[in-house]
Each structure stands twice: as structure tokens, then as C-alpha cells.
């Protein structure tokens, strides 16, 4: 059983910065993709940024020039360094993982993100 832990979640003021992260464990046969999401209350989830195994990344235009992913391949990892923060950036942010030998996606629980101004 494949299993995504995020930390890294907080109250921050409006300017600040968050560095989230993602844990993967479990039976890992083959690790694909992996993104950061988030669901704001009362709105659907949607795509932050993701990173391709071979490190290509893709950035939501609304976090371009202040977030930044990147993956630790050898432990299986993945980061979202987030910095000059605004009160849009409330959510919870979810970890999401393509594994397998058809790059299934995984997600984890969550880890809530505030900000205030």
C-alpha cells in the first residue's frame, strides 16, 4: 500500500513563506509524476505545479515567480517552496503522486495552508 504524508502546513501572514512536503511510502514499483494541488473552501480543487521525473516543471500562472517544486527522486520526495504569500493562497494543499507501472495517481490527506493579512 502506497501511502503520500504532507507537512509543512500553517497560519502565515500575508508576505511570507511555506515550505511544504511530501513523504512517499510504501511499495513503490515505479514513480511517475508529482504535483501540489489545493482546494480553497467552497471551490474546486486545482493544479499548483507539477514535476516530471526527469525535472521538467509546470507552474499554475498564479503561483509563477513565488512558488517553486522540486523532487527528491532517491527518497521520494517532493517540496513546494512557497514565498510571498497572499490571503488567495488559503487552501488545502494536497501532495499528488503517479505510481506504478501505469503511473496511477495517489494523493495524500492534506496539510492546510493560511494566510492572513
Known amino acids: 500500500q502506497v501511502q503520500l504524508v504532507e507537512s509543512g502546513g500553517s497560519s502565515v501572514q500575508a508576505g511570507g513563506s511555506l515550505k511544504l512536503s511530501c513523504s512517499v511510502s510504501g511499495h513503490i514499483f515505479r514513480l511517475c509524476e508529482m504535483g501540489w494541488f489545493r482546494q480553497a473552501p467552497g471551490k474546486e480543487r486545482e493544479m499548483v505545479s507539477t514535476i516530471r521525473t526527469n525535472g521538467d516543471t509546470n507552474y499554475a500562472e498564479f503561483v509563477k515567480g513565488r512558488f517553486a517544486i522540486s523532487r527528491d527522486n532517491a527518497d521520494n520526495s517532493l517540496y513546494l517552496e512557497m514565498t510571498d504569500l497572499i490571503e488567495d493562497d488559503t487552501a488545502v494543499y494536497y501532495c499528488?503522486?503517479?505510481?506504478?507501472?501505469?503511473?496511477?495517481?495517489?494523493w495524500g490527506q492534506g496539510t492546510q495552508v493560511t494566510v492572513s493579512s
Open positions: 499528488a503522486a503517479d505510481i506504478g507501472r501505469f503511473c496511477s495517481r495517489t
